[in-house]
């Protein structure tokens, strides 16, 4: 069975920082990737940033570069979000993806045996 979980969130001020945690089980990552996507109330799903599970790549959305870092442990099938120098436009749900593709241009694609947890609610207060 295949499950996501995401842990982390939480409440934090403008500039602070949080650091995301996901585990995936029941599948494997070799020769695919894993990412963050995230999704305000009546916005669009965005996706912020993907690493590809076996070369370690990485794309990143335009709006987190240089504040956000991705990494991944492939010993434990964890993967990270390092979020730092937080904004209040930051605040969304974020969802952890396996089995993804890392995009250049568009951060990360969907294949249809692509998997996400319930995600974790981040919440920036100015």
């Known amino acids: 069975q295949v499950q996501v979980v995401e842990s982390g969130g939480g409440l934090v001020q403008a500039g602070g920082s949080l650091r995301l945690s996901c585990t995936a089980s029941?599948?494997?990552?070799?020769?695919?990737?894993m990412g963050w996507f995230r999704q305000a109330p009546g916005k669009e799903r965005e996706g912020v940033s993907c690493?590809?599970?076996?070369?370690?790549?990485?794309s990143y959305a335009d709006s987190v570069k240089g504040r956000f870092t991705i990494s991944r442990d492939t010993a434990k099938n964890t993967l990270y979000l390092q979020m730092n120098a937080l904004k209040p436009e930051d605040t969304a749900m974020y969802y952890c993806?396996?089995?993804?593709?890392?995009?250049?241009?568009?951060?990360?694609?969907?294949?249809?045996?692509?998997?996400w947890g319930q995600g974790t609610q981040v919440t920036v207060s100015s």
């Open positions: 993806a396996a089995k993804v593709a890392c995009s250049s241009w568009r951060v990360m694609y969907f294949p249809k045996e692509a998997y």
């Open positions: 029941g599948l494997t990552l070799e020769d695919s990737a």
């Open positions: 690493i590809n599970w076996s070369g370690g790549s990485t």
